[in-house]
């Protein structure tokens, strides 16, 4: 028996509307899951103070945990990676080893509290911040303490 014409509309019409509401739910989907990250995600920045030096502070929306903190030589090259306490939403912390310096690059990777890592970098008054970890990894023995980390000097190794 041959369809009727409106059964192939009715058929056409109730297929677009399952696919319709696949894709609403989707991007709703979507969304939340965006959202979810947003409201947990911390963003680290760093500041200078002209009497205290360099200071890291965390103005996203979560703590960030597991942050090491290093330098970066004019050239790409990444070195003197220390780890710093978590920082909680607002936290900041004294970056006391570093001192004034002004002759390297700052960064910082770090995760949310999912575990999902994130790397803050600023140099030449530029600051960024991105998804992923864009240096490192160190092993542990590599990465110092910033309890008993020495002050970086310029010039040395």
């Given at each position: 028996m041959p369809l009727e014409p409106k059964d192939i509309i009715s058929a056409a019409l109730a297929l677009t509307a399952l696919l319709v509401s696949l894709v609403t739910f989707a991007l709703n989907y979507r969304h939340a899951r965006q959202g979810a990250v947003q409201a947990r995600k911390p963003v680290l920045i760093f500041e200078y103070d002209g009497g205290t030096g360099w200071l890291i502070r965390n103005v996203g929306a979560g703590p960030a945990l597991n942050v090491?903190?290093?330098?970066?030589?004019?050239?790409?090259?990444?070195?003197?990676?220390?780890?710093?306490?978590?920082?909680?939403?607002?936290?900041?912390?004294?970056?006391?080893?570093?001192n004034h310096v002004n002759t390297t690059g700052l960064g910082a990777t770090y995760t949310d509290t999912e575990q999902l890592p994130y790397t803050s970098t600023c140099g030449n008054d530029l600051s960024a911040v991105c998804k992923g970890t864009k240096f490192g990894p160190w092993a542990e023995s590599q990465?110092?303490?910033?309890?008993?980390?020495?002050?970086?000097?310029e010039g040395a190794s």
């Open positions: 090491i903190v290093a330098q970066q030589r004019v050239g790409g090259k990444w070195f003197n990676p220390v780890r710093v306490p978590p920082l909680s939403k607002d936290g900041r912390f004294i970056l006391e080893w570093l990465i110092g303490r910033h309890w008993n980390h020495p002050p970086y000097v």
